[in-house]
């Protein structure tokens, strides 16, 4: 979002493209989108603490929660318009961007398909698409589910496990490419597993298993080489797409 136009390394994180307060900044718009539309669905997303904490902080109270949204939002418009009169703010990238991610999103579930059907032997159209559509079965309801998944399990297990893992792990002494390697393998099986585990857990299976870990392999090679932003549109669209299909 910077004029600079540069690619820098993520924040202080050493791992990943892109600035990670410009990626913020353009991801926080879904965060909102997903905030106000739990109020219309049943169930948050697995790793979603944030949403957890401030209706906490709120009392439960449902019309303290959306005033509090309305005045992030606030600060948020607030925050760009400071941005654009210090000339610090540039949003013509926003929409290739975007169109990135959709590219990247429409790509990867045919690749998952292939290495699932062709190298794995497992049909993830019957086990795993089949599950995924038992919770889609209104578009509002598909729309909260993968907003959530977007943001909170890239800044869980991309920004979090990954990247700040990784840094860590440099930090340590680990030499960087194996540092790199162990970040990833680590946040991408977390992410796998994460699924199963809970009340609304998913029974384990193989093959759900398999397609979970190829995709945070892939959402972590997006991170690494493009951005957050790049990683969360590309993860929301991507389930959203899924979804739609399993529908």
């Known amino acids: 979002m910077a004029r600079s136009g540069q690619r820098t390394a993520s924040l202080a994180i050493g791992l990943g493209y892109g600035h990670v307060a410009s990626s913020l900044l353009i991801v926080f718009p879904l965060f909102l989108f997903y905030e106000i539309g739990l109020l219309l669905t049943p169930g948050t997303n697995g790793v979603d603490f944030v949403s957890r904490a401030l209706f906490a902080l709120v009392g439960r109270d449902v019309s303290k929660y959306v005033f509090l949204h309305l005045g992030l939002g606030a600060i948020y ?30 790509t990867l579930g045919s690749f998952i398909v292939f290495v699932m059907d062709r190298m794995v032997g497992l049909d993830l159209f019957v086990i795993g698409f089949h599950r995924l559509s038992l919770h889609s079965a209104q578009l509002g309801s598909a729309l909260v589910i993968s907003l959530g998944a977007g943001v909170h399990e890239e800044l869980v297990f991309r920004l979090g496990l990954m990247g700040v893992g990784g840094w860590l792990l440099m930090r340590l002494g680990l030499e960087r490419r194996l540092a790199i390697i162990i970040a990833v393998v680590v946040s991408s099986v977390a992410f796998a597993i994460a699924h199963h585990l809970g009340a609304a857990g998913e029974a384990f299976e193989v093959s759900v298993f398999t397609y979970r870990l190829i995709a ?32």
């Not at 169109?99 to 999103?105: D, F, G, P, R, T």
């Not at 690494?224 to 899924?242: K, N, Q, T, W």
């Open 77 to 106: 418009l607030g925050l760009l318009a400071w941005l654009h009169r210090r000339n610090r703010l540039s949003l013509e990238y926003v929409t290739p961007l975007v169109l990135e991610s959709a590219i990247y999103a429409l």
């Open 216 to 247: 945070g392999l892939a959402f972590s090679a997006i991170f690494y080489y493009r951005s957050l932003a790049h990683a969360v549109y590309c993860h929301f669209l991507y389930d959203l797409y899924v979804l739609a299909l399993a529908k």
